[in-house]
């Protein structure tokens, strides 16, 4: 019962940290023109989103997310910006890599795997570590490790959900 409410409240506490993750990146690039940009990256739980700013304050975003990518751009941005913004981004990138090649693993999954392993496997020593060692000359019911390996069998299933 207690790994139960243990990987409920895992998953619960997994939800709300996976749900935007914000690990900002900026950096200026100088471009073909010699014009100087920032360029924004910030990294979404379903994708990643790019900025553009000029020094004249215009900028110009794009998100790639698991919804299409699309530019969204201030109104008074030139054809001859929206296309230095493509420069930039794919500079940016050439410098940094794709953003969508780096793979983001939720450590949650993993600890919830890890420990769904050891309770399915080890599910004598889940038991003693939990309740047996309060206990002088008691053994665990074969119910009861039939539920831990059960618990961690599900504990393991729940971790790769979290993971992927």
Same mark, same amino acid.
């Given at each position: 019962?207690?790994?139960? $409410? *243990?990987?409920?409240?895992?998953?619960? $506490? &997994?939800?709300?940290?996976?749900?935007?993750?914000? =690990?900002? *990146? &900026? !950096?200026?690039?100088?471009?073909?023109?010699?014009?100087?940009?920032?360029?924004?990256? !910030?990294?979404?739980?379903?994708?990643?989103?790019?900025?553009? !700013?000029?020094?004249?304050?215009?900028?110009?975003?794009?998100?790639? &997310? =698991?919804? @299409?990518?699309?530019?969204?751009?201030?109104? &008074?941005?030139? !054809?001859?910006?929206?296309?230095? =913004?493509?420069? =930039?981004?794919?500079?940016?990138?050439?410098?940094?890599?794709?953003?969508?090649?780096? *793979?983001?693993?939720?450590?949650? @999954?993993?600890?919830?795997?890890?420990?769904?392993?050891?309770?399915? $496997?080890?599910?004598?020593?889940?038991?003693?570590?939990?309740?047996?060692?309060?206990?002088?000359?008691?053994?665990?019911?074969?119910?009861?490790?039939?539920?831990?390996?059960?618990?961690?069998?599900? @504990?393991?299933?729940?971790?790769?959900? $979290?993971?992927?």
């Amino acid at each position: 019962m207690k790994l139960f $409410i *243990s990987t409920v409240f895992i998953i619960y $506490i &997994s939800f709300f940290t996976t749900i935007y993750i914000s =690990a900002e *990146s &900026s !950096e200026e690039i100088t471009l073909d023109s010699g014009e100087i940009v920032t360029v924004f990256l !910030e990294k979404l739980s379903d994708g990643y989103k790019y900025e553009v !700013e000029f020094e004249n304050g215009h900028y110009y975003s794009e998100d790639h &997310s =698991a919804d @299409g990518g699309m530019g969204l751009w201030s109104h &008074s941005l030139t !054809e001859e910006e929206i296309y230095l =913004a493509r420069e =930039a981004i794919d500079k940016y990138e050439e410098i940094h890599g794709d953003p969508a090649d780096r *793979s983001s693993i939720n450590p949650i @999954g993993i600890l919830v795997i890890i420990l769904g392993l050891f309770f399915a $496997i080890f599910p004598y020593a889940a038991w003693y570590l939990e309740i047996g060692w309060k206990l002088n000359n008691a053994e665990p019911s074969d119910l009861v490790l039939f539920f831990n390996r059960a618990g961690g069998i599900i @504990g393991i299933v729940i971790g790769l959900f $979290i993971l992927f």
